[in-house]
């Protein structure tokens, strides 16, 4: 009798496996509709700002940038305290206030009432606090909750029922 070798069969599995996921994907790229918002304010943009939801209106706060001139050219980064508000798509953005200080490279974290601003960097430290963005964001409320168990930066984080979760950064 016949040995069969089921290597002859993985070339099959493999297609199955890779087609399966395209049609997958093809679902779930037809339920997202994308296009262009307004640019923000700040000419040249900002890296690494907390960005969510608040009170129905997309927030971008904080962020840093290269503003004079680019890294490798010799451009300093600054950090911005910014926090901007776009109340509709076709909108502009308007400021709605300020973070407690410059603050970049942290955790958005959306809730029912807001938006956490967990960790993040300045110019000079990684920070553990932990805030809570509520309220319109034409009066920006900003709640201190306990902070990290560590100054942290660069992590990502998401939220499920009421627990929060943090994992890696710097």
């Not at 599995?13 to 779930?28: E, K, P, R």
């Not at 037809?30 to 918002?37: G, Q, T």
Request: hydrophobic fraction near 40%; charge should be negative.
């Amino acid at each position: 009798m016949p040995r069969r070798c089921p290597i002859r069969f993985a070339p099959l599995l493999l297609a199955f496996t890779v087609l399966s996921g395209a049609v997958q994907s093809a679902d779930i790229a037809s339920r997202w509709d994308f296009s262009e918002l307004p640019a923000l304010p700040n000419p040249v943009g900002v890296a690494g700002a907390f960005a969510g939801v608040v009170d129905g209106q997309l927030v971008v706060a904080g962020g840093a940038n290269f503003p004079d001139q680019p890294p490798w050219e010799g451009g300093r980064k600054v950090w911005h305290d910014r926090v901007y508000a776009l109340s509709s798509p076709h909108a502009h953005w308007s400021e709605a206030g300020t973070l407690p200080g410059p603050l970049a490279y942290g955790v958005s974290v959306p809730t029912e009432n807001g938006l956490l601003l967990i960790g993040g960097s300045d110019d000079r430290q990684h920070h553990a606090e932990v805030w809570e963005l509520s309220g319109p964001p034409e009066q920006p409320v900003f709640t201190p909750l306990p902070p990290l168990p560590i100054p942290l930066a660069n992590a990502c984080g998401a939220r499920l029922g009421d627990t929060v979760y943090v994992a890696g950064g710097t």
